[in-house]
């Protein structure tokens, strides 16, 4: 659908704003169709349609004719006054790079959910920052053991940095122990993961007859000896702990996609980058990792975003360890 809205914010006195928006008003009843809905987006300030039938919408067009329609109605000065804008759902990819911060306009009740738990997330917050402290000064010895393994047995940097998605679709750099060799090839995982999101890979029989789907490719050539370890361990994702303190992560939440499995997502799927910010460890992670399917991954980050509370991260922090120690899902 297309959203359209008539920012009157800028009008002073609240008396003047809502004689105005009454014109507006009239005049959007008479140059829109009945099955387009019309109200406030914002009460008192600002006024919004939505078109559910796009076919034959120019929206420069539409913003003339309003222009035109509202010099019978409001002065010069008056129209001058409200500015008018246009939002596209569901935000499409051809028009933006992957990875663009979501248009926020679409999403009003995000930050309406943000200011109703604004001191339990400041909370939240200092979780982060307490335990990404002490997690560095616990796992200390192994920030100097895992960099002389990884020169030791291959070529390349120690760390491996890869911009990611984070919450509203903001990029960063995420950090990783590099469990890989150098300059290997990307569009392996980039196509792995495109039909994995859409359910055409990923189903090996098993003994039972059941299908078995998993989010990372097994027995990855890429992969080094000491990687192997890593990943298996979840030891490579130690250097996480400073996107936490930098504010990009949090020690729960869901895990950061990267831009090329954004592009692949479906509407429902979008939410998981919505509500709260990317994790270390969280539902998923404790319940399954990459032994879930890619929409089993997706409900149980919803699901942890729907129950969300400081409590619950706490217990997903203290069942961690037993899930890392079982090593299911993990390559």
């Not at 009843?29 to 034959?56: A, N, Q």
């Not at 390349?156 to 950090?175: A, D, H």
């Not at 290997?184 to 055409?200: A, M």
Request: hydrophobic share 40%; glycine share 8%; charged share 25%.
């Amino acid at each position: 659908f297309l959203l359209m809205l008539l920012d009157m914010s800028d009008i002073q006195g609240a008396g003047e704003r809502l004689a105005i928006a009454k014109k507006a008003a009239d005049v959007l009843s008479s140059i829109t169709r009945e099955t387009d809905i019309k109200g406030w987006y914002r009460s008192g300030e600002v006024l919004g349609v939505i078109f559910t039938e796009m076919t034959g919408i120019d929206s420069n067009l539409f913003k003339e004719k309003i222009y035109a329609n509202g010099s019978d109605v409001l002065s010069t000065e008056q129209i001058a006054q409200i500015s008018i804008s246009f939002h596209v759902f569901p935000e499409k990819d051809e028009t933006k790079p992957s990875g663009t911060p979501t248009d926020l306009t679409l999403y009003p009740d995000l930050p309406k959910k943000e200011k109703v738990r604004k001191t339990t997330f400041w909370m939240k917050r200092i979780l982060d920052v307490v335990g990404g402290i002490a997690g560095i000064i616990i796992f200390s010895p192994f920030f100097i053991l895992i960099p002389l393994f990884i020169k030791l047995t291959s070529k390349g940097p120690v760390l491996f940095k890869q911009e990611r998605v984070g919450q509203y679709g903001k990029k960063f750099t995420f950090l990783k122990f590099r469990s890989m060799y150098t300059d290997c090839d990307h569009t392996i995982h980039k196509d792995y993961v495109h039909k994995l999101i859409s359910g055409e890979v990923g189903k090996d029989a098993g003994g039972d007859g059941a299908q078995k789907k998993v989010f990372k490719i097994t027995d990855d050539c890429r992969v080094t000896s000491i990687g192997k370890i890593l990943r298996k361990t979840s030891l490579d994702e130690l250097p996480q702990f400073i996107n936490v303190l930098k504010g990009d992560m949090s020690l729960v939440g869901p895990r950061p996609p990267i831009p090329y499995e954004v592009e692949k997502y479906d509407i429902w799927h979008r939410r998981r980058v919505m509500e709260v910010k990317p994790g270390i460890t969280g539902l998923w992670q404790v319940k399954g990792r990459s032994s879930t399917s890619f929409d089993d991954m997706v409900r149980l980050d919803i699901q942890y975003a729907r129950e969300w509370s400081l409590w619950l991260d706490v217990k997903l922090l203290l069942m961690t360890p037993w899930a890392v120690v079982k090593g299911k899902g993990a390559y």
